[in-house]
């Protein structure tokens, strides 16, 4: 009988995907409609305000998540999914209506699409849905956001945006090697924290 409970306490919780942190980050979709509607009205206050939103829901699900113990690889891997839609949306958005540099925007897409296909190589070679980690990469997702905030402030936008393609084209050089070439760390114990 001890060895029963013992053995359903060791497995893994299942956890839903409809949860408070998933929901937090599908809310971060709800900020692009109002962000597109003050860029082509030109209330560039508004738009910095809609931009600080959807950053400020990135930040609270990982929080949500560990406060309800709803963390899972799917609302990892959903959270990276999301990054790259809003971010890459405000980032063709400011550059469309002219309030940033088309080049360096143009940059930045083409290497988030890179990223987002070594990502997919990482998880086949994992042989699981897993999200690959990379504190640079994590910060220079958030710096996407300033820039978004930078441009919708009118803040030196040249100088950031041209600024940020060198240094996010080092980051995914350097991800490239862990992500393609180096062995996959082994999956999660059941039970155990994810770090």
Known sequence: MV?????SSSAPARVSLVNPANAVTAARYLTLPPLYWAVAHGYHQWATIF???????????????RIFHCKSAFGEVF???????????????????GWAPVLPVVAMIAMGGINVVMRL??????????????YAMERTVAYTGYLIGFATGGMAVHFYFWAYVPLMAAILV??????????????????AEVH
């Open 3 to 7: 060895a029963a409970s013992e053995a």
């Open 51 to 65: 931009i600080l939103i959807c950053g400020l829901f990135d930040k609270l699900d990982g929080l949500v998540a």
């Open 79 to 97: 959270d990276a999914i999301t990054d790259a839609a809003c971010y890459g949306f405000g980032l063709i958005l400011v550059a469309a209506f």
């Open 121 to 134: 190589a990482y998880a086949k070679r994992a042989g699981r849905t897993t999200n690959y980690k990379s």
């Open 174 to 191: 350097h991800d490239a090697r862990r992500m393609l070439v180096d062995p996959i760390p082994p999956a999660p114990v059941a039970g």
